[in-house]
C-alpha cells in the first residue's frame, strides 16, 4: 500500500535560518511527489512537485526539495527561513506510472512548521 | 487568476440531516477530487471525476455521493450525517488529461467547514 511519513509533528526554527521538512513514502513504481502548505482555515497551496528529472526541485516562495530515491526520500527545505513561512506542511505522492485519470493523493500527517524571530 | 470555488464555506447540520456542498473548478480543468480534513488530520481522499466520469474512489462512505455536471462543477450529496461528518471537505481540481497519470499539481478550494451537531 502506498504511504507518506512526515517523522517530525513539528520543526522550530530562527528566522533566518535553514529548514528542513522531512518526509519518506513507500509506492511501487515510480511516484509524483508534492509539498502543500496548509495556513489556518485555509486550503492546501501548491509548493512544488518532483516528476521526473532533476533531484532537486525548486518551487515557491524559494521552497526546494531533494528527492532521493535510495532512501525514498522528499524533503523540503529552504535556505534562510521567514516567520511568515509558519504554517503546516503536507508531503503527498501520487502514485504514477497508472494511464488514465488516477491522481488522487495521499498525504503525510503533516508538520507543523514554527519559524521564531 | 480563477481559483476553485468552494459554498457554502460553513454548514452546521443535525444528526441525520443531509447535506450538499458544491465545487467550481478553474476553467478548463478536467478533473475534480474530493477530500476530507478531521481535526488535526491530513486530508483524505474521498472521490474524483475526469471529464464528468468518477474516475477514482476512496475512503467515502455509502452514505455519501457525488456528481460531476455538464458544465463541469462538481456535488457532494451527504446523507444520514453522524457527528464523525465533522470535517474540513475539500475541493481540488487539476488539467490531467489522460496521458499525464497525476503528474499534474491540484489546485485547492478553501474548503467547507461542516459541523454536525
Known amino acids: 500500500a502506498q504511504s507518506v511519513a512526515q517523522p517530525e509533528d513539528q520543526v522550530n526554527v530562527a528566522e533566518g535560518n535553514p529548514l528542513t521538512v522531512k518526509c519518506t513514502y513507500s509506492v511501487s513504481g515510480n511516484p509524483y511527489l508534492f509539498w502543500y502548505v496548509q495556513y489556518p482555515n485555509r486550503g492546501l497551496q501548491f509548493l512544488l512537485k518532483?516528476?521526473?528529472?532533476?533531484?532537486l526541485v525548486k518551487g515557491s516562495y524559494g521552497f526546494e526539495a531533494e528527492f532521493n530515491k535510495s532512501q525514498t526520500s522528499f524533503h523540503l527545505k529552504k535556505p534562510s527561513a521567514l516567520v511568515s513561512d509558519s504554517a503546516l506542511y503536507f508531503c503527498?505522492?501520487?502514485?504514477?506510472?497508472?494511464?488514465?485519470?488516477?491522481?488522487?493523493?495521499?498525504f503525510g500527517k503533516g508538520t507543523k512548521l514554527s519559524v521564531k524571530p | 487568476a480563477a481559483g476553485v470555488i468552494q459554498s457554502p464555506r460553513h454548514l452546521i447540520k443535525e444528526k441525520r440531516e443531509t447535506a450538499t456542498l458544491k465545487c467550481y473548478p478553474i476553467p478548463r480543468h478536467d478533473t475534480v477530487y474530493w477530500y476530507q480534513q478531521g481535526p488535526g488530520q491530513d486530508p483524505q481522499f474521498l472521490i474524483s471525476f475526469y471529464e464528468k466520469m468518477q474516475s477514482d474512489k476512496g475512503s467515502i462512505p455509502d452514505r455519501f455521493s457525488a456528481q460531476q455536471f455538464s458544465d463541469y462543477h462538481s456535488e457532494l450529496n451527504m446523507s444520514s450525517l453522524e457527528l464523525g461528518d465533522s470535517a474540513l471537505y475539500f475541493c481540488?481540481?487539476?488539467?490531467?488529461?489522460?496521458?499525464?497519470?497525476?503528474?499534474?499539481?491540484?489546485?485547492f478550494g478553501p474548503g467547507t467547514r461542516l459541523t454536525v451537531l
Open positions: 481540488a481540481s487539476s488539467l490531467q488529461g489522460w496521458a499525464s497519470a497525476g503528474g499534474n499539481e491540484q489546485f
Open positions: 503527498a505522492v501520487s502514485p504514477g506510472d497508472y494511464g488514465g485519470s488516477q491522481g488522487n493523493l495521499i
Open positions: 518532483y516528476i521526473t528529472g532533476d533531484n
